[in-house]
């Protein structure tokens, strides 16, 4: 045998070394080392089940726990030498072991394949990731919640057309934010449960011939059930593209914040500043501070709609069970969930830090004739009919733009020229106030029902 084929652990029936270019053109390691606490994890609860079921000896699935301890030891301490012409990081982990403690090593492998234990190695590693992006997502919607409390009655002009249309509270806005991200989270936690389902056994597309037992590797592994059919259970990346998809969901959400808070945070809106540690400045106008992290944030939307199709791409068209493309799963699925951690840890730590500014909010509101509306349901109130008190306020509210008045700073006798319904409690409804207080609604924009909507928040997080 040449040197290559030293390595290969599945030399035997081989009669010429691989081709350098191919050994690395197919290799994983680079990026699938990523998965070596996994990969141990998976192999050690293999090994404790092999000695329950009389396929090793416990002198042997001693050898090999503690084997395997010292190899993650080896990784950890940076000591592991990876090798390409191994591969991928389960022939690498397994190769070591057998250098280290001799030919029981060679056992390990018995009842299993690379096939099932890749796939049980990315649904741990994705388990994983869930807790973390649950817990950096529950982190925002605490701040979120925090905020909009603190702003129930902070009062700027709710958009349609990005074009003032009626005064809303800030809070409020700030709770529909939160209403986005807990949909993701319940995405999340719905992806969680078929993640969370186990392959081993299934080796390599057909199962086993040795008396394993899938319920005693899966309680080991702490999975929530097993996959049902070995064929499937190799083969099946659906979990991947779910997650995929809920994080493009996610960082789509995220966008259309960011989109938000770039434009409140620009001179001609001023609604909110940023602190400027999450800013940065410009090398040649020494008057900008730029929203980066928003910015990045939402161009980030890009990488992850790109990881969603890569993967719908790759499964399409597959027979089954087991396929080398399917090697390609975990570049795109690792870089979705990095990027979505990173844009939720970013958005955690900004939202508590914004810094509204409410009386050029208020202002804002006030400049649009953002209770228009108001006016139109005061006149349905007095008996006129809708479509008529529409037409009323359109008059009232070109007589504002031709006078550079709003509908709240015309005189009684002024209004009162466009319909004589109107009386002096009109004033009542064209206050901004009187605007957002009216719309006290389960889900409406009243002060009170922000608190409440904000404590109601706080509660489901305290549970789930
Ligand atoms: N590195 C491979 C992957 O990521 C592991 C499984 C290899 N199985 C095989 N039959 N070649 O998918």
Not at 183 to 210: H, I, K, W
């Amino acid at each position: 045998m040449g040197n290559q084929e030293d390595n290969r652990l599945w030399g035997g029936r081989f009669s010429e070394s691989t081709d350098a270019f191919v050994q690395e053109f197919t290799a994983s390691v680079d990026f699938d080392r990523r998965m070596y606490r996994q990969d141990i994890a998976g192999s050690i609860a293999h090994a404790t089940m092999l000695a329950e079921v009389g396929v090793l000896d416990d002198a042997e699935r001693d050898a090999i726990i503690d084997g395997l301890e010292r190899v993650r030891g080896e990784i950890e301490r940076g000591e592991f030498r990876w090798s390409v012409a191994l591969e991928d990081v389960h022939m690498n982990i397994e190769a070591r072991l057998t250098e280290l403690i001799g030919g029981t090593g060679k056992k390990l492998h018995t009842g299993r394949s690379r096939n099932d234990q890749v796939a049980t190695d990315l649904r741990l590693w994705l388990r994983e990731r869930i807790d973390l992006v649950d817990g950096e997502m529950r982190r925002l919607l605490e701040g979120l919640a925090d905020l909009a409390e603190r702003e129930a009655g902070t009062i700027m002009p709710g958009f349609t057309h990005l074009q003032s249309a009626q005064p809303v509270t800030l809070g409020h806005h700030l709770l529909a934010w939160a209403e986005m991200l807990c949909r993701d989270r319940e995405r999340l936690a719905d992806c969680r449960g078929r993640v969370n389902r186990m392959p081993l056994g299934s080796a390599a597309l057909a199962g086993t011939t040795y008396p394993i037992n899938r319920k005693r590797t899966m309680e080991l592994l702490e999975f929530e059930g097993l996959c049902e059919n070995s064929l499937d259970a190799v083969s099946d990346r659906d979990f991947a593209i779910e997650f995929c998809a809920l994080a493009a969901t996610c960082v789509m959400h995220l966008s259309r914040i960011s989109e938000e808070l770039v434009l409140w945070t620009s001179a001609r809106f001023g609604f909110v500043s940023l602190p400027d540690r999450f800013c940065t400045g410009s090398s040649i106008m020494p008057q900008k501070k730029n929203p980066d992290v928003p910015e990045l944030v939402r161009g980030k939307t890009g990488r992850v709609n790109g990881d969603l199709i890569s993967l719908l791409t790759l499964m399409k068209g597959q027979p089954l069970a087991y396929n080398k493309d399917n090697q390609e799963d975990k570049e795109p699925l690792f870089d979705a969930a990095d990027t979505l951690l990173g844009c939720l840890r970013a958005f955690a730590d900004m939202i508590p830090a914004l810094e509204p500014d409410r009386e050029v909010m208020r202002e804002a509101a006030r400049e649009g004739f953002a209770t228009a509306t108001d006016l139109a349901d005061y006149l349905v109130r007095k008996g006129v009919a809708f479509r008529d008190a529409h037409e009323i306020v359109g008059k009232a509210v070109a007589h504002g733009l031709e006078t550079g008045r709003d509908l709240g700073e015309m005189d009684l006798g002024t209004l009162q020229r466009f319909s004589d319904q109107i009386g002096a409690d009109v004033f009542d409804v064209l206050t901004l106030e009187g605007s957002v207080s009216a719309r006290s609604h389960p889900g409406g924009t009243a002060p009170e029902r922000v608190r409440e909507a904000a404590a109601s928040l706080r509660s489901r997080l305290a549970e789930q």
